[in-house]
Structures are given as C-alpha cells and as structure tokens.
C-alpha cells in the first residue's frame, strides 16, 4: 500500500472527476496505512488472536488475559520490538504536529490579528475583509473567526460575477474544513518523507481540495465564470498558512472547467465510498475476523432462557 496506492491513485482519472471522494480514498489509505503498521508493531507484543478479541469485547468471555501470556527470550525481544516501532510512529507524528500543524496555527492567528487591525470590512459585502494591495489576491484564513481576505487590487481587477465566484470558492473552503484536511496530509508527509504514500498525498489532496472548491463555486455561478476569475487572479500571492483560488495547480482546474469530463456514475460514486471504508476497516478486521473465528468454534454459546427452561423441565 504505501507504494503502490499512490501510483495507482495518482494515476486515477476519476479522482479529478470526483474530488470530493479523491480526497476520502487519499485520506482513508493514509490513516490504514499508519494503523496497519501500529497493528503490526502492536502484532510484535501480543497474538493476532488475542489482539482480534481485544478489538470486540470478548477477552474475558473466552478466558484470554493479557496477562497469562507466557514469555520467552524471543517473544520479549519481539515485544521490545514491537513497543520499539509504536514508539517511532507515535514520535515522529507528534515531532510532525509540532513542526508543522503548530506553527501553522501561529502564524494564521498574527496573520488574521494584523489584517483586522490594518484591513476594511466591504461596504456591500460584510463577509470578506478587503485590504490595501494593489497585487490581486483572494484568500481565506480559517482563524477562530473565519476571514475572507480581498486585496484592492482583486477589487478592482473582478467585476461583481467573478467576485462572487470567487468568494464562492473560498466559503467552500471553509464550510469544507480543507485546511485540516491538508495539515493532517502536511503532517504525515513531513513524519514519513521517505513514504511515497504519503508525500503523493500531500500533493494530490492540495490539488483535490481546490478542485472541490471549485466546483462548489461554479454551482453557484457557472464554471465559465470560475476559470475567467482564477485566470485573472493566478498572478496574486497567498500567503503560505492560507486557502486561496489562485493555489495549486491553476492550468488543469482552468482546462477542467472549461471542458468538463462526464461526472462519475452513481454506482462509481458507491464503488469508490466503499473503497474507502473497505480501507478503514482493512486493519481491524485483520485481527477481529480470525477472533470471531476463535470464537464461533472454542467458546460455548450462550444459555439462553430457553435454555434454562428446558434444564427444568427435565
């Protein structure tokens, strides 16, 4: 998975046809791929069996403790290795969220703390924050009060159609919450670089957040009208911690407007959802299905009052 899911998700056409759903087959193969290998660190230290009754609920029905598992020399060296791997992960996602999540929760606080105090609301429109810049630029800063940031230039340069396209996509990335989806992508690349699983993620769900975005927006106004203002404002800046239109990837979202593939079929739509929750699943029901196994054939079934009843009679 961790090197073969990417190519063959990067390589999937419908991703870009469906982001929505790219962005959950992308985020779900990242959270399998970290919890099959802390299942396997987890694996080192105690039996799949014991791990798969742990999971439902059934290690005292059976009789199994984790603490009436024998030892010896290899099985402590394997759980030393074991607790040795969860460790690692458990360290470098924390030293990730630390160099990455953090600071960039900093810097979208001083940024939005300046621009209130420098910046103007619109006179027509309360919702966007309009600031001295001749540079057009449009962006969105999902600080604890949400902001829609408009720079004069952009005022000047979009007439009314193409400002509320714009502003269309930048509430589509707010109502959306795309700036955790792409941190919690930002922080997996940066704790596994060496991963392509997860440094192909980190780019293509950059990608696929726009794309959603854009999309929201052009149902609100027409696809036309989306491309004619990401066009005019592809030469603006966005400042690093933020959400912008004119972002990742500005030539094929222009090519994917103004000529649109044939959106997904249902059935493709459900294919891909169970995909995804296929993904998962995958490393519980590694463990949980040889449990219920276990179960079905060495535990006795349960007395029921029927049961009981019969007991009596006799």
Do not use: N
């Not at 519980?284 to 349960?302: G, M």
């Amino acid at each position: 998975m961790l090197f073969l899911a990417p190519r063959l998700l990067r390589a999937a056409g419908w991703t870009r046809r469906a982001p929505r759903l790219g962005i959950g087959v992308w985020i779900a193969a990242c959270l399998s791929a970290v919890a099959a290998v802390c299942l396997a660190g987890a694996l080192l230290v105690v039996p799949l069996l014991t791990v798969g009754h742990a999971i439902i609920s059934l290690v005292m029905a059976c009789g199994i403790s984790l603490h009436h598992i024998s030892r010896t020399a290899v099985s402590l060296a394997m759980d030393a290795a074991g607790i040795g791997v969860l460790a690692v992960i458990a360290a470098r996602i924390m030293y990730a969220t630390a160099a990455v999540a953090w600071p960039q929760r900093r810097l979208r606080r001083r940024h939005a703390a300046a621009l209130r105090m420098v910046g103007r609301r619109h006179p027509a429109r309360g919702d966007i924050l309009v600031v001295e810049h001749p540079v057009p630029a449009v962006y969105c800063l999902p600080a604890r009060r949400r902001l829609v940031v408009v720079s004069e230039g952009a005022l000047s340069l979009l007439d009314p159609p193409l400002l509320d396209a714009v502003i269309a996509h930048e509430h589509a990335h707010l109502r959306g919450h795309h700036y955790l989806i792409t941190t919690v992508t930002a922080v997996l690349a940066r704790a596994f670089p060496r991963l392509p699983l997860f440094t192909v993620a980190d780019d293509e769900v950059r990608r696929l957040v726009e794309m959603a975005a854009d999309d929201s927006a052009a149902r609100r106004t027409t696809p036309r009208t989306v491309a004619c203002a990401l066009l005019d404002l592809v030469a603006g800046q966005v400042p690093a911690p933020a959400l912008g239109m004119a972002g990742v990837g500005a030539a094929e979202r222009v090519r994917r407007l103004l000529a649109p593939s044939r959106p997904l079929s249902l059935a493709a739509r459900y294919l891909a959802a169970a995909g995804a929750a296929a993904l998962l699943l995958l490393p519980v029901a590694v463990p949980t299905v040889p449990a219920l196994v276990d179960d079905a054939t060495h535990c006795p079934p349960a007395t029921t009052a029927a049961d009981v009843a019969a007991r009596s009679a006799r």
